[in-house]
């Protein structure tokens, strides 16, 4: 992987951060990952993202993700419901989220594409 790569990453995890208003510092590992193309654990505030999306690179996608994955550590809940989608909105449209729906279901194939 490209080191500047996983700067920019950083750079956008700051962002969503800033705009989100999250305090914690989140650690950011980008790896092979069979499944998905990203997960976050609430206890270690690890934000793994698959390597596929450095691979396959999207800036506008990443940003999609990160948002995602951090409204899931702002609201502390794993739901997908209308909160989530007020929050997710504020930065995306409709459009723009179902464009990265299947842009990553593409990515993934057949597989869970994020969680
Ligand atoms: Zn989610």
């Known amino acids: 992987m490209k080191k500047s790569k996983y700067y920019i990453i ?61 409204i899931h550590l702002k609201s502390k809940s794993l739901y997908h419901g209308m909160q989530f989608n007020e929050n997710i909105m504020k930065d995306f449209t409709y459009e723009d989220m179902e464009k990265y729906h299947y842009k990553l279901l593409d990515l993934m194939k057949n597989q869970k594409h994020i969680n």
């Open 10 to 70: 950083k750079l956008i995890i700051e962002k969503v951060k800033e705009q989100l208003n999250i305090d914690e510092d989140i650690i950011l590992i980008v790896k092979e990952m069979k499944n998905k193309v990203a997960s976050f654990s609430f206890r270690t505030k690890v934000l793994k993202l698959n390597k596929i999306l450095i691979d396959n690179w999207n800036k506008k996608l990443i940003t999609y993700i990160v948002t995602h994955e951090l």
